[in-house]
């Protein structure tokens, strides 16, 4: 079947920075085994938390994973898959001792490769937060917000699902907003021409963020709706 996604690989950079601490190499390789979904065929994240959960959220790109884990403290009900490919980002995350791992599955790949592998209408929110901006025009094409990505994203949402989307780039607000209007799966709820300059009411921040407001840039803040 034909996805009409780039390659492997291409929605992200670099797969390793630093070298990792003693504690944290050995969180991945002692604890991460146990959080992988399995390498091949159909996922089916409920069977997968090894605790009764009531729904699941998808976090695409959690990068060091602060943001999954304020999530998971906030809302102690709800199952997390959280994609990264940045071997650093996902160490940091085994790493904190606030992440509640009985209600966690990690994907250390892309998203791309285990949405398919998800059951349909199996997912009550989505999160694409600061994902590489890929700013020069040849680099676009590897941006992770695309026709294609927008399809697979729909498939497992579940009607009335949330997908909230954040960046500091405001070229990548406007691709997201124009391929999201396109899209006959998703809506945008927007009341008003500021609604996407305000954080949502249970956003903790990330690094990213304070990045962009030391920097001058003023981050948007999208929620799209799953029709149907």
């Not at 892309?110 to 398919?116: C, K, R, S, V, Y």
Request: hydrophobic content about 40%.
């Amino acid at each position: 079947m034909t996805t009409g996604l780039p390659h492997a690989g291409a929605f992200h950079g670099r797969r390793k920075g630093h070298r990792l601490r003693d504690r944290q190499a050995a969180l991945m390789a002692d604890v991460l085994p146990r959080l992988r979904p399995p390498p091949a065929g159909a996922v089916a994240p409920r069977t997968l938390f090894r605790r009764p959960i009531g729904e699941v959220w998808l976090e695409i790109g959690f990068g060091g994973g602060e943001h999954l884990v304020a999530q998971m403290g906030r809302h102690r009900d709800v199952g997390f898959i959280g994609c990264e490919p940045f071997v650093n980002g996902v160490a940091k995350l085994l790493a904190n001792g606030e992440a509640d791992l009985d209600r966690l599955i990690i994907h250390d790949g892309d998203a791309t490769e285990l949405l398919p592998r998800l059951p349909a209408a199996s997912i009550d929110r989505a999160f694409i937060l600061y994902p590489d901006p890929w700013p020069k025009r040849r680099q676009r094409k590897r941006r992770l917000v695309s026709p294609a990505t927008l399809a697979l994203l729909a498939r497992v949402l579940k009607p009335g699902a949330t997908l909230r989307f954040a960046t500091d780039i405001d070229d990548y607000a406007a691709w997201t907003l124009a391929r999201a209007a396109a899209s006959p799966d998703f809506d945008w709820p927007a009341a008003s021409a500021t609604d996407w300059t305000r954080a949502w009411p249970d956003w903790p921040g990330t690094r990213y963020e304070a990045k962009a407001f030391r920097e001058g840039r003023v981050p948007s803040y999208l929620t799209f709706v799953r029709t149907g």
